[in-house]
């Protein structure tokens, strides 16, 4: 007989699930026996409180990139940045996996890249869900998660997080080996 588990479909999406989401796979982890979670968080409020949650875990807080917003400057506020270092988590402020320079093609040259077209393919889950596999793949880039590891992701909808996901991890340039295993929660509009 298969394993079963349940998964939590939020009413709508946003910060609001946030407490819930990171509550709800902190105990999927536990009973997966997962310790490696991901999670991302660009001001790092998300990471902050993730980093209070998942003390003890290898927790990868993935910040974006320097110059996302304003050229030279990460969006990382150094409060949270304190308590997400202070609770053992990492930081990576790294470049998005499914956009960074066929965003600057699309931008350049209006040409719709391979990128785009996987982010939107994972967006019909929804945009937390993503972001986790996005993430995912991020961190393993950086040697910070092991390809072919079970990890939890979490992301959200612009800000907070709504979504998590069990991900079979992998590298950026391998991303169809990773495989998404369970879906924990997600908002449901």
Not at 146 to 153: L, S, T
């Amino acid at each position: 007989m298969a394993p079963e588990s349940s998964i939590t479909y939020f009413g709508n999406r946003g910060p609001e699930n946030t407490d819930e989401t990171l509550r709800l796979a902190k105990a999927r982890a536990d009973v997966l026996g997962i310790r490696d979670v991901v999670v991302a968080s660009y001001t790092g409020m998300t990471g902050a409180r993730a980093a209070k949650v998942f003390k003890g875990f290898n927790l990868v807080v993935v910040a974006g990139v320097y110059g996302f917003r304003e050229p030279n400057k990460i969006g990382m506020l150094q409060e949270n940045r304190s308590i997400i270092e202070a609770g053992g988590g990492r930081l990576l402020f790294t470049g998005h996996a499914f956009g960074m320079l066929g965003r600057a093609v699309h931008k350049k040259m209006g040409a719709i890249q391979v990128d785009e077209i996987v982010a939107h393919t994972l967006r019909l889950f929804s945009a937390g869900v993503k972001v986790g596999c996005e993430i995912t793949c991020m961190a393993a880039d950086a040697g910070l998660l092991e390809a072919g590891a079970e990890v939890v992701a979490i992301g959200g909808s612009a800000s907070g997080a709504d979504s998590a996901i069990v991900i079979k991890a992998s590298n950026t340039h391998t991303f169809f080996e990773s495989r998404i295993l369970e879906i924990i929660c997600k908002p449901r509009d």
